[in-house]
């Protein structure tokens, strides 16, 4: 069965400074691998996706994600953030075949101005 | 497109009642999904369709119940509402196609008391 790990409940960063949010999963199979934001009030929207191909993702709002099948992780990175990247970050996988959306339990980042 | 709309946003139950949760997409996708969210445990799977007259038990399915007669709608049913029930609901769609993409409302905020 998939499973997701956030290590970070809380990750407090500098504005402008750079953000690495850590997401480890477990599978046996060949997974998906997303990344979701979600603002305060608000519903998840898709920041990055991993289906195939290159490793390295790029998403929306200078957010990237690297997939690395050795260490079963998909961490999620920006190199400068802004206090609008205040909010909390999931991670998902789903087994390919699998119609189901496995998720972490989140990452409150915080932006200290 | 207005998307995933949820109906109502916020909801008080007291415990034994009952109550339907709406959710409409207009955006003709055949998967929908509900979750959950508590504080802290992020979201899990209640029950998902993967088209009109199909549903599935997710995750955590007790006390709840589906129906999917049109593609657009996809109604949550809490018989009899228990405190344990109190979270924030999410509906949301997929999209099968190249971006396989879920596509989330902006929740229901359900406290029983």
């Known amino acids: 069965a998939q499973s997701v790990t956030q290590l970070d409940s809380q990750v407090p960063v500098f504005e402008e400074a750079p953000v690495e949010l850590r997401c480890n999963y477990s599978?046996?199979?060949?997974?998906?691998l997303f990344w979701y934001v979600q603002y305060p009030n608000q519903g998840l929207q898709l920041l990055l996706k991993?289906?195939?191909?290159?490793?390295l993702v790029k998403g929306i709002n200078g957010f990237e994600a690297e997939f690395n099948k050795s260490q079963t992780s998909f961490h999620l990175r920006k190199p400068s953030v802004h206090i609008s990247d205040t909010a909390e970050y999931f991670c998902?996988?789903?087994?390919?075949?699998?119609?189901?959306?496995?998720f972490g339990t989140g990452t409150r980042l915080t932006i200290i101005p | 497109n207005a998307g995933v709309t949820q109906t109502p946003k916020f909801r008080i139950l007291k415990i034994g009642q009952s109550m339907t949760l709406q959710c409409t997409q207009d955006m003709n996708h055949n998967y929908m999904y509900w979750y959950r969210q508590d504080p802290g445990m992020g979201l899990k799977l209640i029950y998902y369709s993967v088209g009109a007259g199909i549903t599935d038990k997710g995750e955590v399915p007790n006390g709840y119940n589906v129906s999917r007669s049109t593609t657009e709608d996809f109604p949550l049913r809490l018989e009899l509402a228990a405190p344990s029930q109190t979270s924030v609901y999410f509906c949301a769609s997929r999209d099968t196609g190249s971006t396989d993409t879920q596509y989330f409302g902006p929740g229901t905020r359900l406290t029983v008391l």
């Open positions: 599978s046996s199979v060949s997974v998906y």
């Open positions: 991993y289906l195939s191909g290159s490793t």
């Open positions: 998902a996988v789903r087994d390919f075949g699998n119609e189901k959306l496995t």
